[in-house]
């Protein structure tokens, strides 16, 4: 159980365009998501928190009009890349919560591989 | 403030022969740990947490990992490591409602 699912795992866009990366929670019914961001041979850095019904909560220096968030159902959240540039390539992981307990146990995604050109 | 260490980029181990990958903690309350391992281009796997009780703890794959309070350390363990034990390791903490990645620790195995 506690299956967490991303779509696509890698996309290629043009620069100007716009990206949605699907964030699902196959098995369970998550009230709160995750999105981090991933750099080559980094770790994580949390984006945003989002939870379901509500509007997400952003990092300090994480443009929210650039990484829109939607977490629209219990199993379901999505990332916008909008308007696209090179510098946004990354690795982009999202995990769920499933009524998180104090210590925060958290499922995640296989990530999804976004390359700008 | 909370945060986790992970003070070596990269352990190198032969095939056989136990290996560590070190976590230090800091946070005002109880830690909750956790370790996630990371193959390259996935997700992160989940390996084993501490929440509370038993001080080592037994995860996947083989691996555990003892708390230490006095020396605020969460160190993963394996008696004997594998070549497909490689990987990128990352330890995490949970204070509040945010989990804190330290940098991760690469593991390098050799046959």
């Known amino acids: 159980g506690a299956v967490v699912s991303q779509h696509p795992s890698r996309v290629i866009c043009k620069s100007g365009t716009s990206v949605k990366i699907e964030c699902r929670s196959l098995?369970?019914?998550?009230?709160?998501m995750f999105w981090y961001r991933q750099f080559p041979k980094q770790s994580l850095m949390l984006m945003a928190t989002?939870?379901?019904?509500?509007?997400?909560?952003?990092e300090q220096g994480v443009e929210k009009d650039k990484f829109l968030i939607n977490h629209a159902s219990l199993t379901l959240s999505t990332l916008t890349v909008t308007s696209a540039h090179p510098e946004d390539s990354s690795f982009y992981i999202c995990?769920?919560?499933?009524?998180?307990?104090?210590?925060?146990?958290?499922?995640f995604g296989p990530g999804t591989r976004l390359t700008v050109l | 403030a909370q945060s986790v260490a992970q003070p070596e980029d990269q352990v190198n181990v032969a095939e056989g022969n136990p290996l560590t990958v070190k976590c230090t903690y800091s946070?005002?309350?109880?830690?909750?740990l956790f370790w996630y391992v990371q193959y390259p281009n996935r997700g992160l796997q989940f390996l084993l947490k501490?929440?509370?009780?038993?001080?080592l703890v037994k995860g996947s794959y083989g691996f555990e990992a003892e708390f230490n309070k006095s020396q605020t350390s969460f160190h993963l363990k394996k008696p004997s490591a594998l070549v497909s034990d490689s990987a990128l390791y990352f330890c995490?903490?949970?204070?509040?409602?945010?989990?804190?990645f330290g940098a991760g620790t690469r593991l390098f195995v050799k046959a």
């Open positions: 995990s769920a919560g499933r009524d998180l307990p104090r210590y925060n146990e958290q499922f």
């Open positions: 098995d369970f019914q998550a009230t709160t």
């Open positions: 989002s939870n379901e019904g509500s509007k997400a909560t952003y």
């Open positions: 946070v005002s309350g109880n830690p909750y």
């Open positions: 501490y929440i509370t009780g038993d001080n």
């Open positions: 995490a903490l949970t204070g509040g409602f945010k989990t804190i």
